[in-house]
């Protein structure tokens, strides 16, 4: 079935740092890519959705500019917490569905286990 | 904005036993609903998804139902056993490719 790798899977660091975080498909090629952040005992929110040789487009009250996307590849999207400050802290999860048929969307999301981060 | 699931209900059934979970959507226009279930510090995993020509979909010991009129989801799980306790997702496609997720149920199954 369809693999998505997220590396690494927890990150401590300092207030004021960056912090990159790696999602990868495995067996298949993604040229679309979403990031999801969720907060203790909340449900996942869209942050933002990742396109292959293109910007990113965010979701209403995420900042590009703190949550710097890259896919430059078919297999690989990246997210970088820029400055990141102790309320960036959460669980940040990647996802990706196989590429679609022609003119449907309607295929189930496979996700990454997430990389939690910690800002001190 | 949109939202699916607008509570966060915990639910605890005897193992055995049959679950059914419940999750109101909002977006009457969404054509494709999913579940998903997570396990503690992982990511959510696949269970069984629905189209809206549909209103029942089976799977192994899981079936859904949905209801477009009164814009509601069931996930019902058989014979409930210990490994299916986790928190379970409701969410719907919006805006062609975007899913969104619903607030969550947690499950507990007491041996």
């Known amino acids: 079935g369809a693999v998505v790798s997220q590396h690494p899977s927890w990150v401590i660091c300092k207030s004021g740092t960056s912090v990159k975080i790696e999602c990868r498909s495995l067996?298949?090629?993604?040229?679309?890519m979403f990031w999801y952040r969720q907060f203790p005992k909340q449900s996942l929110m869209l942050m933002a959705t990742?396109?292959?040789?293109?910007?990113?487009?965010?979701e209403q009250g995420v900042e590009k500019d703190k949550f710097l996307i890259n896919h430059a590849s078919l297999t690989l999207s990246t997210l970088t917490v820029t400055s990141a400050h102790p309320e960036d802290s959460s669980f940040y999860i990647c996802?990706?569905?196989?590429?679609?048929?022609?003119?449907?969307?309607?295929?189930?999301?496979?996700f990454g286990n997430g990389t939690r981060l910690t800002v001190t | 904005g949109e939202s699916v699931g607008l509570h966060l209900p915990t639910l605890s059934v005897q193992e055995g036993d049959n679950s059914i979970i419940n999750c109101a959507y909002s977006?009457?226009?969404?054509?494709?609903f999913i579940w998903y279930k997570q396990e503690s510090g992982k990511g959510p995993q696949f269970i069984i998804d629905?189209?809206?020509?549909?209103d029942k979909r089976q799977g192994q010991r899981v079936t859904v139902l949905l209801n477009k009129t009164v814009k509601h989801l069931s996930l019902q799980i058989a014979a409930t056993q210990p490994g299916d306790s986790a928190v379970y997702f409701c969410?719907?496609?919006?805006?062609?490719?975007?899913?969104?997720f619903g607030a969550g149920t947690r499950l507990f199954v007491k041996a």
């Open positions: 067996d298949f090629q993604a040229t679309t």
């Open positions: 990742s396109n292959e040789g293109s910007k990113a487009t965010y």
């Open positions: 969410a719907e496609n919006t805006g062609g490719f975007k899913t969104i």
């Open positions: 996802s990706a569905r196989e590429n679609p048929g022609q003119g449907t969307y309607n295929s189930p999301l496979h």
């Open positions: 629905i189209r809206s020509n549909m």
């Open positions: 977006n009457s226009a969404s054509d494709y």
